[in-house]
C-alpha cells in the first residue's frame, strides 16, 4: 500500500488542516509518506513520526527532508511525548491495524494541545477499494470460509465509524470526509505480485494457499481483469474514509 499512502497523504494533509509553523505528529508515520507530504505544505513546521517497526523509522529517517523532521520507534498506544506538545496529530491508514484503539486515540488527544486537531484516515475495505474488493470476491468465490478474512469486516471502515469513536472520546467540531485517488498498476503482474509479499490481511492469505491454490487465483483474477487478451494497464478507484476533530480545553463540554 506504500504508492497509494503517498498519493492520499496530501488528501490528509489538507483535510487536516495543517499551517505551516504547526508542531505535527505523525502516528504509524511507516515509510514517512503523510510526514513528507505535511513537510512540503508546510516547510516550516516541527515534525515527528512514530511507529512501531524499527526498519521503517530508519527507512524513513534516512529519507527525512530536513531538520524539523525526525522519526522514531514508538507505540501508539504509549506515546512517550508531554501533554499538549503539538498542535495537529495525525494518522493514515494505521488506526484500525493498532490492538487498542480506544488507547491510541486517548494518546493523540493527550498530546495535542487544547484547540488543536486530531485526524485520521483509512481505507473503505467495503466498497472503496476496488483492488481489493475484485481480489476477495474470487477469493471467496474459490473458498466460501474465507469470506470471514475479508478486510471488509475490518472495524473503522465503514462510513461514520471513525466519527463515532472521536465523538465518542469527546472531540468537538467533527468533520468527516470521503478521500479519493485512482490505483494504477501497468499491467497484470504489477496488480497481482504485492499479493505474494506477506503483507497485510490479502497478502497474509495468499501465503497460506498452496502453489495449486495461488495460481488458480491468480488465473480467475486475470481471466477477470484482462479476460483472453493480452496484458494492460489496469486503474481502480479508492476511496479512504478520513475523520478530524478539536481537542477541547479542560472541563470543556
Not at 63 to 81: K, P, S
Not at 223 to 245: I, S, T
Amino acid at each position: 500500500m506504500g504508492r497509494w499512502s503517498r498519493e492520499l497523504a496530501p488528501l490528509l494533509v489538507r483535510f487536516a488542516g495543517i499551517q505551516d509553523g504547526d508542531a505535527v505528529l505523525d502516528v504509524g508515520s511507516g515509510t514517512g509518506a503523510l510526514a513528507a507530504a505535511a513537510a512540503l505544505a508546510a516547510p516550516s513546521s516541527r515534525i515527528v513520526g512514530v511507529d512501531p517497526a524499527e526498519p521503517y523509522v530508519v527507512f524513513a529517517q534516512a529519507r527525512r527532508t530536513g531538520d524539523l523532521m525526525r522519526f522514531e520507534v514508538g507505540d501508539a498506544q504509549h506515546l512517550t511525548f508531554a501533554d499538549a506538545s503539538f498542535d495537529r496529530t495525525l494518522s493514515l491508514l494505521i488506526l484500525n491495524f493498532i490492538p487498542d484503539r480506544q488507547k491510541a486515540l486517548t494518546e493523540m488527544m493527550r498530546v495535542t494541545r487544547p484547540g488543536g486537531t486530531v485526524a485520521a484516515a483509512v481505507w473503505d475495505y467495503g466498497r472503496g477499494m476496488e483492488m481489493l474488493r475484485l481480489f476477495w470476491d474470487e477469493v471467496v468465490a474459490l473458498d466460501s470460509d474465507a469470506e470471514a478474512k475479508d478486510e471488509r469486516h475490518m472495524e473503522l471502515s465503514r462510513p461514520g465509524e471513525l466519527g463515532a469513536l472521536w465523538r465518542a472520546h469527546g472531540l468537538r467540531d467533527v468533520a468527516e470526509e470521503a478521500l479519493t485517488i485512482e490505483t494504477r498498476f501497468s499491467s497484470f503482474d504489477d496488480y497481482w505480485s504485492p499479493f505474494l509479499e506477506n503483507q497485510g490481511p490479502a497478502g497474509v492469505f495468499v501465503a497460506t494457499l498452496e502453489a495449486d491454490g495461488r495460481e488458480e487465483l491468480r488465473t480467475r483474477l486475470r481471466r477477470r481483469l484482462v479476460g483472453d487478451g493480452p496484458d494492460r494497464p489496469l486503474v481502480f478507484g479508492a476511496r479512504a474514509w478520513a475523520v478530524r476533530g478539536v481537542v477541547p480545553a479542560a472541563g470543556e463540554e
